[in-house]
């Protein structure tokens, strides 16, 4: 018997933003697909524009995996994680311990596929791993747009932040992402259907 996907499963459980107060409440598993998606949209737009030689679906599945250990230490705010250096060297450390935990609930025939998933090292992918974070950063900035579009004030400098680190960042697959797909999350469904409707169907709802 094996409890990986029984723990994987409270991600669901796992409120994000946690010192925050939200409009609507995000889960560590719903923040983990759009990180996925997104990081997968990141590396196909590389190959496509940029010759780019990442693999989008091994971008997207370590996605899919890089907040698993948060089934066992819960998603730590990023003001108390990123504190000091002291706090974010041992946070890093708990969730390799976490992580390690994780792989040791794998059947043994399985370990050598999840090890590159739960305990990979980064270094060794550097590329897919730096589009993940990059991704992981989108989807909290969209996570703002969301909050601040409900006029919840409480993510303006939050949305501020993520900005300008996402503009650093520098990376022409990244500025592509948010200058095509970001500006559309702050329409309503109207909105939405009026700029560009469905063919063939009428108006939702």
Request: net charge negative.
């Given at each position: 018997m094996s409890h990986l996907?029984?723990?994987?499963?409270?991600?669901?459980l796992i409120h994000r933003w946690g010192l925050m107060r939200s409009a609507r409440v995000e889960n560590v598993q719903e923040h983990t697909l759009q990180v996925a998606q997104i990081a997968h949209a990141l590396a196909v737009i590389q190959r496509v524009h940029f010759a780019g030689t990442v693999n989008p679906e091994r971008v997207?599945?370590?996605?899919?995996?890089?907040?698993a250990g948060e089934a066992i230490t819960?998603?730590?705010?990023?003001?108390?994680?990123?504190?000091?250096?002291q706090i974010a060297t041992a946070y890093k450390a708990l969730e390799?311990?976490?992580?390690?935990?994780?792989?040791?609930?794998?059947?043994?025939t399985l370990q050598e596929t999840?090890?590159?998933?739960?305990?990979?090292?980064?270094?060794?992918?550097?590329?897919?791993?730096?589009?993940?974070?990059?991704?992981?950063?989108?989807?909290?900035?969209?996570?703002?747009?969301?909050e601040l579009n409900a006029g919840n004030q409480e993510f303006?400098?939050?949305?501020?932040?993520?900005?300008?680190?996402?503009?650093?960042?520098?990376?022409?697959?990244?500025?592509?992402?948010?200058?095509?797909?970001?500006?559309?999350?702050?329409?309503?469904l109207d909105e939405l259907e009026h700029i560009a409707p469905t063919p063939g169907q009428g108006k939702l709802g």
């Amino acid at each position: 018997m094996s409890h990986l996907f029984a723990y994987l499963s409270r991600l669901k459980l796992i409120h994000r933003w946690g010192l925050m107060r939200s409009a609507r409440v995000e889960n560590v598993q719903e923040h983990t697909l759009q990180v996925a998606q997104i990081a997968h949209a990141l590396a196909v737009i590389q190959r496509v524009h940029f010759a780019g030689t990442v693999n989008p679906e091994r971008v997207a599945t370590l996605a899919l995996f890089h907040d698993a250990g948060e089934a066992i230490t819960g998603d730590l705010p990023a003001p108390i994680k990123y504190f000091n250096p002291q706090i974010a060297t041992a946070y890093k450390a708990l969730e390799a311990v976490a992580n390690e935990r994780l792989l040791a609930m794998v059947p043994p025939t399985l370990q050598e596929t999840y090890r590159t998933l739960l305990v990979a090292e980064e270094e060794e992918e550097r590329e897919h791993w730096a589009l993940v974070k990059a991704a992981d950063k989108i989807a909290a900035y969209l996570k703002c747009v969301e909050e601040l579009n409900a006029g919840n004030q409480e993510f303006a400098k939050a949305q501020a932040a993520l900005a300008e680190s996402i503009a650093a960042l520098a990376r022409p697959e990244v500025t592509y992402f948010m200058t095509t797909f970001v500006p559309s999350c702050s329409l309503s469904l109207d909105e939405l259907e009026h700029i560009a409707p469905t063919p063939g169907q009428g108006k939702l709802g």
